[in-house]
């Protein structure tokens, strides 16, 4: 008979464990389901029936162990927990792949909606999605505002030259899936490297921050920023690029990538610039350089994905139009650049 819980999670293991490393923690037998799957981290909710938790480990079978840090995230969640940057409460790292298959780590469950697309946020007026979205520069201003050396990160990264081999390090990855003409990526790539501006005072950056990472209250409040696997210590800008690039609208009906730009009440990209701005005291000038570079970066791996898609190797539907996109996203990087 299969068992009664999925690949990559053993309730019975995991409770022995949270037994003698928490005891009292859990109440009973605990049963796990996945809540998140694809190219990321595995994340599990489990539970006793009274308390609930959960549960990240790497993929089932993954190889490159530094693509999948459990050791980091837990790490950059214990550090921020204390501070106003909301994270869900760690409770265990453990390190013992006899265990599970891999190293894991467990949280806390924090409920909450993530909101992946407009047609998600579109029922909450324009009103409450204007002050949700704000809300969400609001928490990367605070995140930015953590002191590295005070909470014990002080050595989470190597913020020095961490523009340029950012740079680098995306150029590498175009490089390796790269099977056919791509119209301006060179050139976006090449525009990028000779206008490298200079980097505020290093921050911990979470990497991918957008709305579909955090998860919002019913009071239309961020519970929980999640998804820490790419976080580390380096310039800020990168994510307020990032996050701006995911406030243009794309323009694309149906689009495999999600945006929630159209929804309305969404405040624009200037608007959050300025929000940031005048909440940070940064200097925020070349911020059409950072966007850019976000642009150049979605293409990239936008472009991982349609090659793995034509050797066959992505299981799911939209794939398909993977391709079709990493044009578009390749103009607005350009376009991006030369009006900034």
């Known amino acids: 008979m299969p068992p009664d819980h999925p690949p990559g999670l053993d309730p019975g293991r995991l409770r022995a464990l949270l037994d003698a490393e928490r005891p009292g923690l859990v109440s009973g037998p605990l049963t796990g389901r996945l809540i998140e799957g694809g190219r990321s981290n595995l994340t599990y909710e489990v539970t006793d029936g009274t308390g609930r938790w959960v549960v990240r480990r790497p993929p089932l079978g993954h190889v490159l162990a530094t693509a999948h840090d459990m050791r980091r995230e837990h790490r950059v969640i214990s550090a921020l927990y204390p501070t106003d940057v909301p994270v869900p409460r760690p409770v265990l790292l453990c390190e013992d792949e006899e265990v599970l298959g891999a190293p894991f780590y467990v949280m806390e469950f924090v409920p909450g909606t993530p909101y992946r697309t407009a047609e998600q946020l ?3 007026g324009p009103e409450r999605t204007r002050a949700v979205v704000l809300g969400l ?3 990367l201003v605070e995140l930015h505002a953590v002191d590295p050396a005070a909470v014990g990160l002080a050595d989470f990264g190597r913020p020095e030259g961490f523009l340029d081999r950012q740079l680098r390090r995306w150029g590498k990855q175009l490089d390796a899936s790269r099977d056919r003409d791509l119209a301006g990526i060179d050139e976006l790539h090449a525009a990028l490297g000779r206008a490298l501006p200079h ?3 290093p921050t911990v950056v979470h990497g991918d921050y957008r709305l579909d990472n955090v998860l919002l209250d019913e009071d239309d409040r961020i519970a929980a920023v999640l998804d820490w696997e790419m976080s580390t210590l380096g310039d800020p800008l990168t994510d307020l690029g990032l996050l701006v690039m995911y406030s243009v609208p794309l323009g694309l009906p149906d689009s495999p990538v999600s945006t929630t730009a159209t929804a309305p009440g969404h405040p624009d990209p200037a608007e959050l ?9 940064r200097d925020v000038s070349a911020v059409s350089w950072y966007t850019a570079f976000a642009w150049f970066k979605l293409a990239v791996i936008l472009e991982g994905i349609h090659y793995r898609y034509t050797l066959g190797q992505t299981v799911g539907r939209g794939f398909d139009r993977i ?3 990493v044009p578009v996203f390749i103009e607005h990087g350009l376009n991006t650049l030369q009006e900034g």
């Open 122 to 124: 579109a029922p909450l």
């Open 137 to 139: 520069v609001d928490t």
């Open 199 to 201: 980097s505020p005072a």
């Open 273 to 281: 610039v300025e929000r940031y701005a005048a909440r940070s005291g």
């Open 323 to 325: 391709g079709d996109l």
